[in-house]
């Protein structure tokens, strides 16, 4: 964080100042994407740093997002009466270094969700289905992240993982629902594969049980982790986490932030 004081400093201002807001309060009432304001702004940020900015109208939904965000800071912006818009931005050190990740697991258990937490610090909250495989880049911390979503029923990811897997991934996460109870026989024929390509390749694996936020019996967590224990996977990486409450988060972010 030090090193990029300066930078901090120089948004804090752009951010914090009159200008700013008179400019903001413009493209809101001329009805112009607030995105090109932010596009302008980036351009005062030396280009060693990437800038993530997202605005959140009072509601708390986002309306517009650039770059990479974490939200380090925040700052609330009041335009007319009623118009309150959160602006949360992040300053980080471009790195020249990018991660290919292979975010896979059956559908509907979350991958999206947790793509959209990364890349927009907030909650996806659509019902959006993928349909085979789908790929996203964006900046996090100040690398860049290719991410690979790969859903669907066993038979998918089972040849997914067979056929298509090789060393071009730095990492597996392997995704699944922590409220859903998936059979025995699935998570066994699952981890044998994971197993076989830990070894294959010397892939890491992660194993992330989302949803975290569902009530569920902790006889379900005792139940994966006792699988993922059985397998003996050379690292046992497991990680709870909620894209919808964000619990958690940190755990996710220190374990990306250290690939
Ligand atoms: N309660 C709760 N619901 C979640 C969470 N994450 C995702 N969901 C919900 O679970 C459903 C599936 O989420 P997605 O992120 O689209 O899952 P996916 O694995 O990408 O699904 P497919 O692309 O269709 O395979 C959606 O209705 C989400 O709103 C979470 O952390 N908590
Ligand atoms: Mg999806």
């Not at 090109?36 to 060693?48: F, H, M």
């Not at 349909?131 to 669907?152: D, W």
Request: hydrophobic share 35%.
């Amino acid at each position: 964080m030090k090193e990029d004081t300066i930078s901090t400093q120089l948004l804090r201002q752009i951010v914090q100042n009159g200008e700013f807001h008179k400019k903001l309060s413009f493209y809101l009432q001329n009805q112009i994407s607030i995105k090109s304001l932010l596009l302008r702004l980036l351009e005062k940020i030396p280009s060693e740093f990437i800038l993530g900015i997202n605005i959140f109208d009072s509601f708390g939904k986002i309306i517009e997002s650039s770059g990479s965000i974490i939200g380090q800071y925040s700052t609330i912006i009041t335009f007319g009466q009623k118009n309150q818009f959160k602006v949360e931005y992040s300053i980080s050190r471009k790195e020249n270094k990018q991660i290919n990740i292979l975010l896979i697991g059956f559908s509907k258990s979350g991958k999206s969700s947790i793509i959209h937490r990364l890349n927009y610090n907030s909650f996806l909250g659509t019902k959006l289905h993928n349909i085979g495989i789908s790929t996203s880049q964006f900046y996090f911390l100040g690398k860049t992240l290719k991410i690979t979503e790969v859903g669907g029923n066993m038979d998918l990811i089972t040849y997914y993982l067979n056929k298509e897997v090789n060393n071009n991934f730095d990492i597996i996460f392997f995704v699944l629902d922590y409220s859903f109870i998936y059979k025995e026989s699935l998570y066994e024929r699952i981890f044998a594969i994971l197993k076989k390509i830990e070894e294959e390749y010397k892939l890491k694996i992660t194993f992330i049980l989302t949803k975290n936020d569902v009530k569920i019996t902790s006889k379900n967590f005792e139940r994966i982790t006792k699988k993922i224990e059985d397998i003996s996977f050379s690292q046992k990486n497991l990680i709870t986490y909620s894209s919808l409450t964000n619990n958690n988060f940190q755990l996710l972010k220190k374990h990306i932030k250290a690939l």
